[in-house]
Every structure is written in C-alpha cells, then in structure tokens.
C-alpha cells in the first residue's frame, strides 16, 4: 500500500510546489453577464483582486501551448465543452481529455481564494501554473461571451510521472472559451 501512495503523494506535491506565482494581479469584473472586463497585464505582488468570470457555459475555444525546457509542447487542444463551466465563483475550461496521451490544458478560477491557475499535460509530463506562486505574467479578458487568457511563465516545475524526474520548462499558453 506504501509503494502504491508514493507516487500520488508525489504528484500531489509537485503540482502543489510547482506552480507560478504571477507578478500580476487580475482585476475585478462585475458578475453581470451584461458587464463586460477588460484585463491588461499589471504588475503586482500576487495579492491583487479575484478574477470575476460569471455564471456560464462554454461552447468553443481552443488553448494554444509552448512548452520549452525539461519537455517540449508546439501545439493546440480543442475545448471540452462538457468539462467546462463557471458556476459559484468557480471555473474549470478544459482543453482536451484530462488525463489523456494527448495535449491536454485545464484553467481554474477561484474567486474566494484570489487565484488562477492552468495545468498542462502531454503524454507522462505535467506542469501546473499558478497566478500567486512566482513566475507568471498573466492577462485576461473576461466579456459577456468569451473568457480568454495568456500565461507567459518562466522556470516551472515540469513533472515525468514515468520516470519521476522533475525539471524546469518555460511556458505559453494563449486560450479562449466563448459561451
């Protein structure tokens, strides 16, 4: 059973320890559908106000991904519209099967706890990102119906789940998800 909880808790860790603290900070938006929020890249110290994405489902986008260093990505995933969503101050916008050998990206939004994050696999490897642990530049821009996002991080932890090996990568990634 030991042998078995390893390699989760380890996966756990990595995710929880790799993430990227952005020197910027998304700003408010209003929940209104009707209101729209314009999201420019501000410097910060991570501490800034929640990203507001209302009430919604999503229907189109695709996620655009570099990845360079430990492992490389140049490529795009498809949005996954049953797996996305924004309800209660939470967003999930899945690009791709979570889990699956092909390119994959997942962006998170937590309004209660001020952070975003975006999570990328391809085959064995992962690296997660997030806006208040160290080496992102985000930006935003949330309307009426569309969510889109640019994550330019720099020395994130990259994870071989079949080798167990961790490394550094340097990442891009441009999504979109209308509703």
Known sequence: MRNQLFPAILVLAVLAGCG???GESPASASG????????????????????????????????QVKVSGFFQVDGASALNVPASMTDDGHTWIQYGVSGAPELNVLFTNAEDMVENGVTLAVG????????????????????????SGHYSCTGSTGYDKDTGQMGKVDIEVEFSAGS
């Open 20 to 22: 990227s603290e952005t």
């Open 32 to 63: 209104d559908e009707s209101a729209a929020m314009q999201q420019a890249e501000l410097p910060g110290s991570g501490g800034g106000e929640a990203l507001v994405i209302s009430k919604r489902t999503y229907t189109s986008g695709t996620a």
């Open 124 to 147: 064995p490897y992962t690296v997660t990102a997030t806006s208040t642990s160290g080496e992102c530049r985000t930006r935003f821009d949330v309307q009426p119906a569309m969510v």
